[in-house]
C-alpha cells in the first residue's frame, strides 16, 4: 500500500502524455466561469496527408490502395445532414488514376467528383472508399495531390462549409517493402487472471521483400507479457514516474517477408490479464529491418484495447477541527483506492476528482498544490468550493492527503463540509467502483461533543 502527498503527486503525476487513449466518457460536469458563448460548429474532412502506392512493374498494372476519406463536425449540439464531399484528383495526372466508389458521382472527365456522405457524425468514420493506384509509366518518386472540400446541412447557419484549401492528400510513386499489422478487436468482460493470445501478423503489400523487422510493444500495468522471445529485451512496469506504467518491449527478427506473403511471430503472443487489471491497453508497431523505408506507415502500429471484469473501490475520509473565531485550523480530507483494480485516463488528466465544500463560518487560507478555487452551477456563493485533481493512474492501495488550512470566520457549531470523489468527466459515479457510499464525506469544524 503506498501513500503520497500533494507536492509529490503534482511532480509525479499531475502532467504528462502517455501511450494513446483509454476513452472513458465523454465531457460532461465542468468548471464555470462566464455565461456560455455563442454557440459554433465547423465541418472537418479526415483524410490521409500523404499516400504512398507502389510503382506498376514493367509490362503489368500497379496493386490499388485504398483511401479512407470522411466528414465530420465539432457541436453536437446541431445535427448536421446530406453530407457532400468533392474530391479533386486532377492533380494525379500522369502520375495515379482511381476508382470511384458508387457513393460518388464523378465529372464528365472524371477528375472530381461528389461523394455523398448522408448523416455527419461528431466522431470521424469512413463513409468514401477511393482506390488509387500507380498510373504505368510513373516513375518512382512522382507526385501528385488529391484536394478537397465539402459542405452539409445544419450547424447555426443552416450550412456548413469546410475551411478552403485546407485538406489535400500527396500522393507519391514508390517502391520498397509496406509492412502491415491487421486490426485485432477490442475485448470488453474479460475474467482478471486469464490469459489472451494477441492476434499478431505481418503483411508484405509492397513491391520488395522486407529482409527481416523490428518490433516494439506496450503493455499496461493491468497486463504481463508471459511469452518471451530470445530476440527481445523487456524492461518495466516502472510505476515510479510520471507516466503511465507500462512494460516495454524492443524485438528484432531476421525473418524475410517477401511481397504478398504473411508471416507471425515464432510461437503465439500471450499476455496476462492481472488481478488489478480494469481499463487496459495493448499497443505494438513494425518496422521493416536493414535500414528499408516502409511505403505506408499507416498500418504499421495497432492497438488493442482490453477491458477487464474488475472493481475499483475509490474512498474518501473527512476530517474534524475545532477552534475559536479568528483562529486558523488545519483539516486533511484523504482519498484511497481500496482496489483491487488500478484506474487510468493515459490523456495525462486525472480518471477522478474531488470536490471540498468548505464548512459554513470559515475560508481557505492555504490550499494544497492540486486544488483550485471553483465554481460550478448551483454553488451558494456563501460556500467556499475547491476542486482537487488526483493522479494520472491510481494504483490499489493509493493514499493521497488533502491538507487544508481553514480560518474560523465565524464559529458555527457542527459546522459541516462535504468531500465528494467523482469522475473528471461525466457524471457522478464511477462505473467501476462496486461501493458509491464511500465516494463523500464531510469536514466538521467545532463538532459537538
Known amino acids: 500500500m503506498s501513500s503520497v502527498s500533494v507536492g509529490r503527486l503534482l511532480r509525479h503525476g499531475a502532467c504528462a502524455g502517455a501511450v494513446g487513449a483509454l476513452v472513458v466518457a465523454g465531457l460532461g460536469r465542468g468548471v464555470a466561469f462566464a455565461d456560455d458563448p455563442a454557440q459554433s460548429d465547423q465541418l472537418w474532412i479526415q483524410v490521409p496527408y500523404e499516400q504512398t502506392v507502389v510503382v ?15 466528414l465530420y463536425h465539432s457541436n453536437d449540439n446541431f445535427t448536421v445532414t446530406d453530407g457532400r464531399l468533392t474530391v479533386d484528383v486532377s492533380g494525379l495526372t500522369g502520375v495515379a488514376e482511381v476508382v470511384w466508389p458508387d457513393n460518388c458521382t464523378p465529372n464528365g472527365t472524371g477528375t472530381v467528383a461528389v461523394c455523398d456522405t448522408g448523416d455527419v457524425p461528431t466522431e470521424y468514420t469512413a463513409q468514401v472508399q477511393l482506390k488509387v493506384r500507380a498510373t504505368a509509366g510513373a516513375a ?42 491487421g486490426a485485432p478487436r477490442d475485448v470488453t468482460g474479460v475474467a482478471p487472471g486469464s490469459r489472451l493470445t494477441v492476434p499478431f501478423s505481418v503483411t508484405n503489400t509492397g513491391n520488395e521483400t522486407a529482409h527481416g523487422f523490428s518490433v516494439q510493444m506496450w503493455a499496461t500495468y493491468g497486463l504481463d507479457v508471459v511469452t518471451r522471445y530470445p530476440q527481445c529485451t523487456y524492461t518495466g512496469p516502472d510505476d515510479s514516474g510520471p507516466y503511465l506504467p507500462v512494460t516495454y518491449v524492443t524485438c528484432s527478427f531476421d525473418t524475410a517477408v517477401a511481397p504478398g506473403a504473411t508471416v507471425r511471430l515464432p510461437k503465439p503472443l500471450r499476455l496476462a490479464v492481472t488481478h488489478h487489471a480494469l481499463y487496459d491497453r495493448f499497443d505494438y ?5 536493414g535500414g528499408a523505408t516502409d511505403l505506408d506507415e499507416s ?63 470559515t475560508t481557505a487560507t492555504d490550499v494544497p498544490d492540486a486544488c483550485f478555487s471553483a465554481w460550478t452551477s448551483g454553488d451558494d456563493p456563501a460556500i467556499g468550493h ?42 457522478t459515479s464511477f462505473p467501476f467502483d462496486p461501493n458509491s457510499r464511500n465516494n463523500s464525506a464531510e469536514v466538521i469544524v467545532n463538532p459537538s461533543a
Open 56 to 70: 506498376a512493374p514493367d509490362g503489368g498494372a500497379a496493386p490499388y490502395r485504398s483511401l479512407a476519406l470522411g
Open 140 to 181: 518512382v518518386g512522382a507526385q501528385g495531390a488529391i484536394e478537397y472540400s465539402a459542405e452539409a446541412t445544419g450547424g447555426p447557419d443552416g450550412t456548413l462549409v469546410s475551411a478552403a484549401n485546407s485538406f489535400k492528400t500527396l500522393v507519391t510513386v514508390g517502391s520498397g517493402p509496406d509492412l502491415g499489422l
Open 386 to 427: 475547491y476542486i482537487c485533481g488526483l493522479p494520472m493512474w491510481i494504483e490499489p492501495g493509493l493514499k493521497v492527503r488533502f491538507p487544508f488550512r481553514l480560518h474560523i470566520d465565524r464559529v458555527v457549531p457542527d459546522a459541516t463540509g462535504h468531500v465528494i470523489a467523482r469522475p473528471r468527466y461525466g457524471g
Open 285 to 289: 508497431a513494425i518496422e521493416p529491418d
Open 299 to 361: 498500418d504499421n502500429s495497432r492497438s488493442w484495447r482490453i477491458d477487464a471484469d474488475n472493481t475499483a473501490d475509490f474512498a474518501v475520509r473527512g476530517a474534524e477541527a475545532s477552534g475559536a473565531a479568528g483562529d486558523t485550523v488545519t483539516t486533511a480530507f484523504r482519498f484511497v483506492n481500496h482496489g483491487p483494480a488500478w484506474a487510468a485516463y493515459s490523456s495525462g488528466e486525472p480518471i477522478a476528482v474531488i470536490d471540498f465544500y468548505l464548512p459554513e463560518g
